[in-house]
T-cell receptor, first 110, second 113 residues
C-alpha cells in the first residue's frame, strides 16, 4: 500500500525526443506527488510537483500528467537535451513523509 | 551561502566500528531527514525530525541512531548493529508545516571494509 512503482528502470532517447517515465501507487492518502532529478554523486533536486486535484502541470519542458482514477502519474520531458541525462525519481507524500519510486536512469543521446 | 552540508563526502570504516555522519543546514528549516540510497533502489527513510529535540524512526531505522539538539544539525550514527551499512547517505531538510519541498545535501558515501 505504501509503495510507489516506477518504470522503466532505464531509458535511452535521442536528443529532441520525449522521454516518458511512469509511476503508480495504491495509497489514496497520498496528497502530493513530486519528481526529483539526481545527477551522479549529488543529492536529488525537486523538478516539478503536483497535487491530486490537478490533472496536468507544466514547468518549462517538464510536464506531469496525473490520473487520479487510475492512480498513475507520469513525467514527460519535451525537446530532451543531453544535459537532461540523470536519474529521475517519482515520490508520493503521506504524513510529511515521502515514499520514493526506484528511479529511472535516463540517457539522452546527442 | 545557504544550504545543506554533509561531511565527509567519502567515508571508509572497518566493520564493527560506529561512525557518525554530519548534516548541517543554515536554511532555518524545522524538519530534517536522513535517507539511505542503494543502487537500483529509491531513497529509504532512516529517521526524521520535525522539530528540535524530537525525532521519529523511518522505515529502516534498525542499526542507526540520531540526535537533534540544535535546529541546524542532525547527525546520523551508523552503529555496528547495522548489518549492511555500505551505501550513499542523504540528508534533507524542509521549511516546516505547510511546506512540501525537501532540499537535499550532496550526500556521504560510506564504505565499510
Amino acid at each position: 500500500q505504501q509503495q510507489v512503482k516506477q518504470s522503466p528502470q532505464s531509458l535511452i532517447v535521442q536528443k529532441g525526443g520525449i522521454p516518458i517515465i511512469n509511476c503508480a501507487y495504491e495509497n489514496t492518502a497520498f496528497d502530493y506527488f513530486p519528481w526529483y532529478q539526481q545527477f551522479p554523486g549529488k543529492g536529488p533536486a525537486l523538478l516539478i510537483a503536483i497535487r491530486p486535484d490537478v490533472s496536468e502541470k507544466k514547468e518549462g519542458r517538464f510536464t506531469i500528467s496525473f490520473n487520479k482514477s487510475a492512480k498513475q502519474f507520469s513525467l514527460h520531458i519535451m525537446d530532451s537535451q543531453p544535459g537532461d541525462s540523470a536519474t529521475y525519481f517519482c515520490a508520493a507524500r503521506v504524513n510529511y513523509q515521502l515514499i520514493w519510486g526506484a528511479g529511472t536512469k535516463l540517457i539522452i543521446k546527442p | 551561502d545557504g544550504g545543506i552540508t554533509q561531511s565527509p563526502k567519502y567515508l571508509f570504516r572497518k566493520e564493527g566500528q560506529n561512525v557518525t555522519l554530519s548534516c548541517e543546514q543554515n536554511l532555518n528549516h524545522d524538519a530534517m531527514y536522513w535517507y539511505r540510497q542503494d543502487p537500483g533502489q529509491g531513497l529509504r527513510l532512516i529517521y526524521y525530525s520535525q522539530i528540535v529535540n524530537d525525532f521519529q524512526k523511518g522505515d529502516i531505522a534498525e542499526g542507526y541512531s540520531v540526535s537533534r539538539e540544535k535546529k541546524e544539525s542532525f547527525p546520523l550514527t551508523v552503529t555496528s548493529a547495522q548489518k549492511n551499512p555500505t551505501a550513499f547517505y542523504l540528508c534533507a531538510s524542509r521549511v516546516g508545516p505547510g511546506y512540501n519541498e525537501q532540499f537535499f545535501g550532496p550526500g556521504t558515501r560510506l564504505t565499510v571494509l
